[in-house]
């Protein structure tokens, strides 16, 4: 513990993922699979975040097939957060979905995923935008230690601008780097790196915060330290074997790690 608090005091920059790691967007994927589940008598109990970490599984990439793994748990009224956490989940979300749903569920689903599914994503349907944790307040105590704070999306500026000014993030002191300074989706590592150093912000004794596997693989290939968090798509074992030397609940939670590291005393010194 103490090596890695030493490591980690040397950080006086970070640059943080935006989506599922400093707001989460509420869509209505959720909404569909839970009205889909219902037609068949069935419950989703599934939060919201472990909702995206079970999309995100290894061979739930199609909608159709996310939506007979969803059904099968909630079928069998197994608990998908401790499954999306298993060093496993993968291989054992496809043996329970191919074990549970038969022949005739798979008609009645892909009938629906056209019928509730598909329009749920249509122009009429928004989304909206929270803020995970106190993201403010981790950002103000980072930059009270001396840390400066970026932000990174694959979204256009004015997007993440406008977004940030809703949840009262934007201001003169926060650095973003958008879609613009990334040239286009990021779609291959170290493009990561090129955008950090159009923009200004410092590579050396850096940390790159993500919630997903690419994340932090982009993170090593851009020469930063690699930090993972679960409030996002990634769960801990994903993270973990991609290379995330620090893994944690949210951005909060690393930013105290963070100052506490730096603290000569050992002692959390934010608010």
Partial sequence: MNNTMNRFSRISAIISDIE???????NN??????????????????SQRIDWKLRRLEGLEEDIDFLRAALAISKRGLDAAKIVENRNASDMVIKIAKETISLEDSKKLTALYNEVYVPF??????????????IGRATENLRNANVTVSFVSDAKRDTVIEDFKKLGMCDKNITIIAREDLLA?????GK??????????????SAYVGDTS????????AQVMPVGVTSG?????????????????DFSTFAKFLILSKSPHGRYSGT
């Fill in 185 to 189: 989706e990021r779609q291959e590592l």
């Fill in 29 to 46: 994927a959720g909404e569909a699979t839970r009205r889909i589940v219902e037609a068949f008598g069935s419950t989703y109990r599934v």
């Fill in 121 to 134: 994503f249509s122009f009429e349907y928004k989304s909206s935008i929270e803020l995970i944790g106190n």
């Fill in 233 to 249: 798509d990634g769960t801990f074992w994903q993270l973990r074997k991609a290379g995330a030397e620090w893994i944690g609940r």
């Fill in 20 to 26: 599922g790691v400093s707001v989460r967007k509420n």
């Fill in 214 to 221: 690419e994340d932090i693989l982009e993170a090593i290939a």
């Fill in 192 to 205: 990561l790196l090129k955008a950090i150093k159009r923009t200004g912000v410092r590579i050396e004794n």
